[in-house]
């Protein structure tokens, strides 16, 4: 837990230049959100089931899970800051680990072509990160 909270409060501090610290063996991937568990407690949390329909670098499974800081409990929206919320059927793109939590920072909605949250620095489509994700790999 405490290396996880410790991932999650590293963030903002990369999100200038997100994929040169996305560690190496990260799968980054499009796909659609399937589902969305909250997690309550004392760091509340959110589990995305994702279908995997592309993989821009690495290898991932058909389906992944990724934990996110960040939930909706009883109507309340915990939301940690550039980190974003995803419902089933978002088109996504996401970096995953298979033995650990992924940086929050590495993960994004797609609208159109156009990546959200915008962040000063990073890709702000899809075309866009593909160069980066290429150029730092």
């Not at 999100?15 to 190496?24: E, H, I, L, S």
């Not at 009883?74 to 970096?95: E, K, S």
């Amino acid at each position: 837990m405490i290396a996880s909270l410790l991932a999650w409060s590293l963030g903002p501090a990369h999100a200038a230049m997100p994929f040169q610290g996305v560690p190496r063996d990260a799968a980054v991937v499009r796909g659609i959100v399937r589902e969305r568990t909250a997690h309550p407690g004392p760091y509340p949390s959110t589990t995305y089931v994702i279908d995997v329909e592309e993989a821009f670098v690495g290898h991932a499974p058909e389906t992944i899970s990724i934990r996110l800081p960040g939930a909706v409990i009883d109507g309340i929206r915990m939301q940690v800051d550039l980190v974003p919320v995803w419902h089933p059927g978002d088109d996504v793109v996401a970096t995953w680990l298979a033995d650990r939590t992924p940086p929050p920072w590495a993960q994004f909605t797609v609208v159109g072509e156009q990546l959200e949250p915008v962040r000063e620095g990073a890709p702000d489509t899809v075309a866009a990160l593909e160069e980066e994700l290429v150029a730092h790999r």
